[in-house]
């Protein structure tokens, strides 16, 4: 991720920096043809958006074209903004507040670098000593039961684990209940696939326990119980359908808070090369 940024924060920016920014993200060794690779192209600068003409091809294409702002009328300044909120965990009802737009506006900014973050984290793969263990979304602490109930939802988490038990990078995916088993101690074979998606090759060992609140583990319980909590408390409960998208949000502020990185250049680059999604994939994606 090398890419050029305008001078001074991205607070400061322009639109006209915003998409400056976006275009060395996007084309980080100049001008690429999205349909033939060619890498020289004219100009067309009639238009606010301007327009690229592969001088091979002559197809055309814009800087926001095929990425996660693809057709957009939200000024890229407000998602930078958005970028930020989503990390501080903001609703989208409070992104519609700080961003002025409306509730479904918001929403969909949400959901798009949600779904780019989704994209993302199936490529990142967890390293060194890592732990994992699991836990049960929708569980009340009424229940006694060791059954499954419909209504829960197991949840992995995977942690590397440094020095003193400190969790350095951690990710989380919704399990089917089919792997899972039917007891909420969630079955070996659950973890042990989740390994073998999301650990490296190259890890030391991975240390995984099919219950919840084994002290060696305490430290990514915690993380898995409060990402539950948050789930319910702040957001009033996540229907399964988005639940994944939201355990990479989650994960992902976590994540970002530990390396100390920027937020936006990491994000913009997500978002300048991954695949958009529309509104109705969003909606009818199952
Ligand atoms: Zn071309």
């Not at 920096?17 to 690779?37: H, I, K, V």
């Not at 800087?63 to 903004?81: E, S």
């Not at 479904?104 to 793969?125: F, N």
């Amino acid at each position: 991720m090398h890419f050029t940024l305008p001078e001074g924060s991205w607070e400061t920016w322009t639109e006209e920096q915003c998409m400056e920014a976006l275009y060395n993200a996007r084309w980080p060794d100049g001008f690429r043809c999205p349909r033939c690779s060619y890498a020289h192209c004219s100009v067309l600068r009639s238009r606010k958006n301007p327009l690229y003409v592969c001088a091979s091809c002559r197809h055309q294409t814009s800087i926001t074209a095929g990425t996660v702002f693809h057709g957009t009328r939200t000024p890229l300044r407000m998602w930078f903004r958005a970028m930020i909120w989503l990390v501080e965990e903001a609703t989208s009802v409070e992104l519609s507040e700080i961003l002025g737009v409306t509730y479904k506006t918001a929403w969909l900014i949400g959901h798009k670098l949600r779904d780019a973050l989704t994209q993302q984290s199936y490529d990142q793969l967890l390293s060194g000593l890592v732990a994992v263990t699991g836990g049960i979304y929708g569980w009340r602490r009424a229940s006694s039961s060791l059954v499954m109930a419909t209504s829960d939802q197991p949840v992995a988490i995977g942690g590397t684990v440094e020095g003193d038990e400190d969790i350095r990078e951690i990710k989380m995916e919704h399990l089917s209940k089919r792997e899972a088993g039917s007891s909420r101690l969630i079955s070996r074979f659950a973890h042990m696939k989740f390994s073998d998606a999301h650990v490296s090759e190259e890890v030391k060992a991975v240390r995984a326990f099919p219950y919840f609140g084994m002290n060696k583990l305490a430290p990514l319980s915690a993380i898995l119980t409060h990402t539950l909590r948050w789930f319910d408390h702040t957001l009033r409960g996540i229907g399964p359908k988005h639940l994944q998208a939201y355990l990479n949000h989650q994960s992902f502020a976590f994540n970002i808070a530990k390396k100390a990185l920027a937020v936006v250049p990491y994000m913009l680059h997500l978002c300048a090369t991954r695949k958009r999604i529309t509104y109705r994939e969003l909606i009818w994606a199952s």
